[in-house]
Structures are given as C-alpha cells and as structure tokens.
Nanobody, 118 residues
Framework: VQLVESGGGLVQPGGSLRLSCAAS????????MRWYRQAPGKERELVAH????????NYADSVKGRFTISRDNAKNTVYLQMSSVKPEDTAVYLC????????????WGQGTQVTVSS
C-alpha cells in the first residue's frame, strides 16, 4: 500500500497550488479520502474529506471557499486545489485513506510541504 503526495512548494500569499496524492495497493474507489495538515507546534488538522464516489465533500472552516478536494477513481488519485492561500496555510499536507467502517485513517502518505510566503 502506498499514498504518495506531490505538488507542494513555495507559493506567495494569494496564489494557488494543486496537491496530488497517488494511491496504490488497495481498492482506492472504496475508500474515503482526506487531506490533513500539520504545522510546527500545532496539532494535526483535518482540512478536507471526500466520499468514495466523490459526491460528498466537507471542509474545515479555515479553508472553506478557498480549497477544493476532488478525486479521479480511474487514476487512483485525490487532489487538493488550494487558492487564495495565506501564510497560515503553511504546513506539511498529508493524505489518508479511510475505509467505510474504520474510525481512523487506515493508510497515510508521507506528506508534502507547503510554504506560503512572499
């Protein structure tokens, strides 16, 4: 099983970035997918959630209206489109896969760093 994030980097405030998480080794289309982030000295925060079909999405209040989660089950990939980014969005972004009957994430990626700075 692997979840591999990519797309992180340095972006200016107000800019955009798209993160990707490529999955392998499990039935991707059967799993809920989530993006979390963790900033230094802060607790891990759930950023966005998407259902297995992609029909249902949920967002943290801090990113609602700025970030969009989506998935392509044919490509076994989940995305996080980040727009109007702010310095407080700086963090390591991690994706996770959660089974329908699981209470926690079953699989985690290694994370990708996003830094918002001028």
């Amino acid at each position: 099983v692997q979840l591999v994030e990519s797309g992180g980097g340095l972006v200016q405030p107000g800019g955009s970035l798209r993160l990707s998480c490529a999955a392998s080794g499990f039935t991707f289309s059967s799993y809920f997918m989530r993006w979390y982030r963790q900033a230094p000295g802060k607790e891990r925060e759930l950023v966005a959630h998407i259902s297995s079909s992609g029909a249902v999405t949920n967002y943290a209040d801090s990113v609602k209206g700025r970030f969009t989660i989506s998935r392509d089950n044919a490509k076994n990939t989940v995305y996080l489109q980040m727009s109007s980014v702010k310095p407080e969005d700086t963090a390591v972004y991690l994706c996770c896969a959660r089974g329908r009957w699981s209470t926690e994430c079953d699989y985690w990626g290694q994370g990708t760093q996003v830094t918002v700075s001028s």
